[in-house]
């Protein structure tokens, strides 16, 4: 073999380790490894995802209320919208015909009736206090008690509500360019009443925050333990091996490291979650890949990274840079004898332009550090960032790292163009565009790549069994060169084709 690579370029070599059965994953350039991974994602497990199973939140009382619910306040008697001039900053008008962002007030929930009201800018309406104590503004930069507010709404129609500010009075639409709190209501809820608004929901989050904080205290630890406890079981683990896979990705967020005294709103119990799934792991001769999916702060502003309003606020600092890097630390040290422990992947989609390729640099490079002090074995991935970046902007810190990996995400459905594309244009798609990324990523002198996310669904409607097969076949196919491997989301899902187990239940997918 060491006479064949001379003869041949190194580049053919990998070539034809794509493409042998059984292949192996190299440690690094002219090496070899373990075999390559065959991944399922156990999404929506440890780091809560509502659109995964959606009954997880039946149980929350205003549960279309919860942490940030972008809400839209329009006036019954000037038939405008609440708005916060120029973004936030300054006054609170009611002068706007349509709604869009500075029309839109994401929720902080105190409790089932009360909250902060976060605008686009960043601040959080309040009373003005510096003036007449009841001028509605958008200045405060932390929420405190001037800037709580409950919400009634009419037991009769939910989406008319009064908002009653902290000083006991009712905001009121005066004119369209004064908004303040010092209506005391008659109770009435007509269109004539200058306090009560229709609301309109524009977005939601159903995240981890959204649903420990969305229960309480008192009510979270219970549901969030039956849903750890039932959600994902040995049998599982079972079913995976015994259907052609390898290895699981399991999304842990950052609050995991500290169970079980988690900061609120979160619960305990997550880490023991983990326990068993590596208990499980090992007993079935499954490899682990611990997933970073929720960084402190929010690398992207979603659900899945656990933001509480939207805001992506990861990065920023040394300190939140350092305080990740601590939680790498933690769940390395604390699997690094598992024989299972195969990979750690150190953030899961980072979005540009939000976090800078310094400051994930910087990141990468101590996180990296901080697997290596417990283990000189785990593969460390590094998944490329989301929204405006090369996909080979990594490469060159990658190089330099032995036994890394770059982590990239394929899905035929977040962009438009993928809105009305047939059957047989997505499989094209998979075989040319899909199969073109893989190849340019792939380097006979560059890091190991892995396909860390995809699912056998797209835009299609009425798509027959046959095309779904085919579909998901073009995918293994070409996901199944890249050198480290691939990962299906998720095991399980309400939505049938984004579960692996109903994929391959129902005979869509044959490992």
Request: one cysteine or more; a negative charge.
């Amino acid at each position: 073999m060491k006479l064949f690579i001379i003869i041949f370029s190194v580049t053919c070599f990998c070539q034809l380790l794509a493409f042998s059965n059984g292949r192996s994953v190299p440690d690094s350039v002219g090496g070899s490894g373990p075999e390559q991974v065959r991944a399922v994602n156990l999404g929506g497990w440890i780091v809560t995802e509502g659109w995964i199973k959606p009954s997880l939140f039946d149980g929350i009382i205003n549960k279309d209320f919860l942490d940030g619910t972008g809400l839209q306040f329009k006036s019954v008697t000037v038939g405008k919208y609440l708005c916060a001039e120029t973004g936030g900053g300054t006054i609170i008008v009611a002068n706007r015909t349509s709604a869009s962002g500075w029309e839109t007030f994401r929720l902080w929930r105190v409790n089932e009736t009360t909250f902060n009201f976060r605008v686009f800018n960043g601040q959080f309406v309040g009373l003005n206090s510096a003036g007449n104590g009841k001028d509605i503004v958008a200045e405060a930069e932390r929420p405190d008690a001037t800037e709580t507010f409950q919400i009634l709404r009419n037991p009769n129609d939910l989406n008319r509500v009064r908002i009653k500010a902290p000083n006991g009075f009712f905001l009121q639409v005066k004119t369209e360019e004064l908004v303040s709190a010092d209506y005391e209501g008659n109770g009435g809820w007509g269109d004539d009443d200058p306090s009560v608004f229709t609301v309109t929901i524009g977005g939601r989050l159903q995240g981890e925050y959204q649903v420990t904080n969305g229960y309480g205290p008192l009510i979270a630890p219970q549901v969030m333990k039956e849903h750890w406890s039932t959600f994902i079981v040995e049998e599982d683990f079972k079913f995976i091996k015994e259907n052609g896979l390898n290895a699981v990705r399991i999304p842990v967020g950052w609050w995991t490291a500290s169970d079980p005294s988690p900061p609120k709103p979160y619960v305990p119990g997550s880490l023991q979650a983990l326990d068993n799934a590596f208990s499980w792991a090992e007993k079935y001769g499954i490899k682990v890949i611990i997933d970073l999916h929720a960084a402190p702060g929010s690398q992207n502003g979603w659900e899945h990274s656990s933001s509480r309003d939207g805001s992506q606020e990861w990065g920023q600092t040394d300190d939140n840079i350092q305080q990740t890097v601590n939680v790498i630390d933690f769940l390395t040290a604390r699997y690094a004898k598992s024989p299972s422990l195969f990979a750690v992947e150190l953030i899961n989609e980072p979005l540009s332009p939000g976090v800078s390729l310094d400051n994930l640099t910087k990141y990468y490079k101590a996180g990296y550090d901080a697997v290596r002090k417990h283990s000189a074995t785990a593969y460390v991935v590094l998944s490329n960032r989301l929204g405006p970046a090369k996909p080979t902007e990594l490469f060159g810190l990658a190089n330099g790292l032995r036994r890394s990996v770059i982590d990239v995400h394929y899905y035929n459905l977040f962009s438009s163009i993928f809105d009305s594309f047939t059957v047989q244009q997505n499989i094209d798609y998979v075989y040319n565009n899909r199969s073109a990324q893989v190849n340019q990523l792939t380097t006979s002198n560059g890091p190991l790549i892995f396909v860390g996310e995809w699912v056998a669904e797209w835009r299609v409607s009425n798509a027959s069994k046959e095309d779904y097969q085919r579909y998901a076949a073009a995918q293994l196919e070409v996901f199944g060169r890249a050198s480290f491997g691939w990962a299906y989301w998720a095991l399980k899902n309400v939505n049938n084709h984004w579960s692996l187990e109903w994929m391959i239940d129902n005979g869509y997918i044959k490992l």
